[in-house]
């Protein structure tokens, strides 16, 4: 049902998407869809279903793997590949963001948990700076990664995936070779 509910969200947009049309289309009971959660939470789970396979995904772990430098390529390959799974759905995500309270609220969680577990993953790596800018380094490293620039390279500037992958694997050292000091400035 999370994934019937995903593939509509793609389609016809949060706002376009009733749980009656995703009761009707996963063959189910409207009942059987309410108790699966609220629209909100069904939007969450399919797009963590869409980006990291499994609609109760909390963190990166399973999706990226290792948090070492020498895993970087694999970790970046297999979040673009979690962010070009997800992207239609996360684009549905955004716009309902902007117009419901409560999906708001889920993004902004989102943004924060992100922000959380990649400082945790700098740190885990040893590659937090010291000071207290690791928050701001993760920021930076975040949108490198985020679905934002990954549509923005891919579906507006034409790169391939690949290409994408291998930029954003080589933007994530150069981030940790600017000297991010104590209050984030550089």
């Not at 593939?7 to 996963?26: C, P």
């Not at 694999?74 to 962010?83: I, K, L, Q, T, Y």
């Not at 419901?100 to 989102?110: I, Q, S």
Request: aromatic share 6%; hydrophobic share 50%.
């Amino acid at each position: 049902m999370v994934a019937t509910a995903g593939k509509l969200f793609a389609a016809r947009g949060y706002a376009g998407t009733s749980m009656r049309q995703i009761a009707a289309e996963a063959g189910v009971s409207l009942e059987t869809v309410t108790q699966t959660g609220r629209k909100p939470q069904l939007l969450l789970a399919a797009f963590r279903d869409g980006f990291a396979g499994d609609p109760d995904a909390m963190d990166l772990d399973a999706l990226a793997g290792p948090a070492g430098p020498a895993d970087l390529p694999s970790v970046v390959s297999n979040v673009a590949a979690g962010v070009r799974r997800s992207l239609p759905i996360w684009r549905a995500f955004t716009t309902a963001a902007a117009a419901d309270a409560e999906v708001a609220a889920v993004r902004a969680e989102l943004a924060v948990a992100r922000r959380a577990e990649i400082v945790h993953r700098l740190s885990a790596a040893g590659l937090a700076p010291e000071g207290g800018s690791a928050g701001r380094l993760a920021d930076a490293i975040g949108l490198i990664t985020s679905h934002e620039a990954y549509d923005h390279l891919t579906t507006v500037c034409g790169w391939a995936h690949e290409e994408y992958v291998a930029w954003a694997a080589a933007a994530i050292p150069a981030q940790l070779t600017l000297g991010w000091s104590a209050g984030g400035r550089l």
